[in-house]
């Protein structure tokens, strides 16, 4: 059997750009992504024991509930890769559509707006210059994510004291949590 691919589903059909961010963090593609699954995840990725812990309980229990699609809450947390659009929160630079697309134009938008030319990376105050630009009145859940969503790309891919668009690309659409976690597994062996 082929392995799945993040821009594929189980069934074959490709994925949504959200859907295919989140689906490196579904270890055993069932379209669920358990608590574990995130903590696992996010080590793989290069962070630490304290931010993977705080990261997952962050994530599942912001998310859980508007993925699941039940009335009750999901009491084990999990978050359901298929309906992770309705996870999208307020004040984020909404480069993915509601439905899950990646909007290549809005996010080029975003950079050309908040970079300095050439456009071709973000320093730690231009993303915060572009989390302000982008707050929605009394949003302060969305407030929140962006600021957390933000820092925790800065933390892990700025070099030089700056994040490029090609990364920021890259986790958009899913391809690059594979890439780093090839990375730092090939550092610890």
């Known amino acids: 059997m082929e392995p799945i691919t993040p821009s594929q589903s189980r069934t074959g059909r490709p994925r949504k750009a959200l859907q295919a961010h989140v689906a490196f963090f579904d270890t055993d593609s069932d379209g669920l992504i358990w608590p574990t699954d995130t903590y696992k995840g996010f080590r793989a990725i290069g962070f630490g024991l304290f931010f993977s812990v705080l990261s997952m309980i962050i994530i599942h229990s912001a998310f859980s509930y508007f993925t699941f699609g039940t009335l009750l809450p999901d009491p084990f947390f999990r978050i359901r890769v298929a309906k992770i659009h309705r996870a999208l929160h307020g004040s984020d630079s909404a480069s993915y559509t509601p439905t899950g697309d990646l909007d290549e134009h809005r996010f080029n938008y975003m950079f050309d707006l908040y970079s300095s030319p050439p456009n071709t990376h973000l320093s730690f105050s231009e993303g915060v210059r572009m989390i302000r630009g982008n707050r929605n009145l009394f949003d302060f859940f969305g407030w929140f994510a962006a600021v957390f969503e933000w820092g925790s790309t800065y933390l892990l891919l700025a070099k030089d004291g700056r994040v490029s668009k ?24």
């Open 166 to 189: 090609q990364d920021v690309h890259d986790i958009l659409d899913g391809s690059l949590f594979t890439k780093l976690a090839t990375k730092n597994d090939k550092k610890t062996q």
